[in-house]
């Protein structure tokens, strides 16, 4: 046994001779990223070659480093140094892009030297700045490990940063300019590696970044692959496992999902740990400059007329009543109030005059692109923005949908409807305008029946001749989706239902969109509780009678009922402070199975695969003796 062990060990030492392998023994304060940074190796090299790494990593350890697939050949690299400026005066039709063509210098360059220009288009007359550089050329070694890589079609940086075996996070480190969605022809920065080391792309495969603690049980629920299959697609997990940042190769047909629907609530204020003060900022279009402040009645007038100004106040009094919630759980918070007058511009001034890299959250703005530029913006620095009171445009890695989207509300609508053991029957009642969600249900309900609305001929308008539901309800539980947009119809089938509903035949109204066309006067609420409409929903209505702190302290002070924007305010904020309280940072505190409830909102966020945060719980709720209640 000893000769065998001799013999092995002498094969394995001359093996790694030949390999040219290095030993590297670990000092203190190293960690594993920095000794792959000085051996021009990833992590990933590091640990398939020493596992118990993982697991054992301390001073004085013995480390294998592979040989760096970089090259390092010294090379010409170009540097310049400011020496002046030349003053330009803008002509009619000239652009940023074009002075920085005619000078040779960048368009940011030019922004830094007449930083009004972040926040303001170029005008004719205005008089700019244009730097001047002197260049240098210089010899260089060690810097050569990055090269320039022209992005092709169809790649995005979850591809390419496969490709170069790298994470997306050190992509984005390497180009702190990147856009979020990368065309072809692009040029980004990468690892100089030979082009034989390059990893081979499959168009026919999407790339998923590892989140943070995410194993193969969760990767499983996400993409619907098991362990082994993720090992075949990429063999290297057999060797490191899997690490927070790896890119995987997985089929263009996973898709995805989440299953857990029934994520039992988290009591967050009972795990506070971290005591830091929070920094958040405000972004609201509070428009300022249109009120005049030295009149009482004129802003008193303005606030009541103007729905936004009064959507933005009540969201902005449920923020500072969360501040005070947090304060008495010991949780300090330093907020920062910014006006961006529902402006683009004003939010790039604000995003330009401010440093928001140490700020822990942003919430807002609501305009939507403004939103985008404010998330933009804050991505190099990984601050997460919230989308609050809107949609996104584009959910970057930063950004946090506190709004779930329609498709899920819809599903969530339709599995209550298919788990409801009790029902007889379901059927659909649809004008013409609403053939995709009959499509959706005929998918998901194969036995479903459907009920057209009739079209009026001169103005095209749906509707019911009183007989049209003759006959065509029996004895039990039948649910009925009423899919329209239109206010009219849908308050002539409310009504007609309503005279079929008895103790018999047991009527149950929902949709799958609940707008405007289920309000107004037209709409009578006593129909809607006999049919107990239920419906999918981003916010339930407080109980007025229950033991709530909150709703007692706002109607003391201000001796009304808080608005649904009151709550949403209170709500995010409270959610945000304690999910910050509980980890280092909310990205940390945003597992996917974390599920927090509060006046009116739960927060769920599951990570999307190709982007941020996306919240997840939603409510099916219900109209019940003339109140709206959550469905069991």
Known sequence: MKK???????????????????????????????IAKKYLVTPFDILALNPDAKTKFQPNTILIIPNSKIKNEPIDEESKELIGYKTHKVKRKETLYGLSKKYGVSEEDIKKANRFLYAENLKKGDKIRIPRYKTFISKVSLKNTVKKYKVQPKEGKWRIAYKFG????????????????????????VPNIKDKDEKAIDLEYDYY???????????????????????????????????????????ATAKMTSELTDVETTKLASNIKNYKVKKLALMLPYRLHRIDVDSVEETKEEIKNNKL??????FHIGVRMALDSAK???ISTDLKVFDTEYQPSKVSKILADNDFSEYDAVIGPMQVEAFNRAAKALK??????????????????????SIPEDTLLQNLMIDFVKKDSLKSRVMIIADEAS????????????????????????????????????????????????????????????????GINDNKVKIILTTLDKGKQFDGKDISNNHLSNLKFH??????????????????????????????????????????????????????????????????????????????????????VKYDDLRIIEAN
């Open 166 to 189: 790298i994470t997306v996070e050190e992509l984005e480190a390497l180009n702190p300019n990147m856009p979020p969605i990368l065309q072809p022809g692009d040029e980004l920065n």
């Open 328 to 330: 008495r759980l010991g």
């Open 435 to 498: 053939t995709a969600h009959v499509s959706l249900l005929k998918k998901e309900i194969p036995d479903i029946t459907v009920k057209y609305a009739r079209k009026h001929k001169k103005t095209g308008l749906p509707y019911f001749y009183p007989t049209d539901l003759d006959n065509t309800f029996t004895e039990g539980k039948t649910y009925v989706f009423l899919e329209t947009k239109s206010n009219a119809f849908a308050s002539s089938v409310i009504s007609l239902l309503n």
């Open 4 to 34: 065998l062990l001799t013999v092995m060990l002498i094969s394995l030492a001359l093996n790694l001779g030949a390999q040219n392998y290095i030993e590297h023994k670990i000092k203190e304060g190293e960690t594993i990223e920095s």
């Open 209 to 251: 970044e590892v989140l943070p603690k995410e194993g193969f049980y969760r990767l499983k629920i996400k993409t619907g692959l098991t362990q082994e299959e993720l090992e075949d697609l990429n063999p290297e997990l057999k060797q490191t496992g899997l690490k927070a940042g790896m890119v995987l190769k997985i089929p």
């Open 535 to 620: 419906y999918p929903s981003v916010h339930k209505n407080f109980n007025e009678n229950g033991s709530n702190g909150f709703v007692k302290a706002y109607k003391k002070e201000f001796g009304v009922s808080p608005s649904k924007y009151a709550a949403r305010g209170f709500d995010i904020t409270l959610d945000i402070l304690l999910r910050l309280a509980t980890e280092d940072n909310l990205y940390d505190a945003s597992e996917e199975v974390i599920e927090t409830e509060y006046i009116e909102n739960k927060f769920r966020y599951n990570k999307s695969l190709f982007g941020g945060y996306v919240n997840e719980a939603v409510y099916i």
């Open 309 to 314: 100004l009064s959507t933005v106040l009540d």
């Open 380 to 401: 190099v620095d990984r601050v997460p923005v919230i989308a609050a009171l809107n949609k996104p445009k584009e959910v970057y890695s930063n950004v946090f949908q």
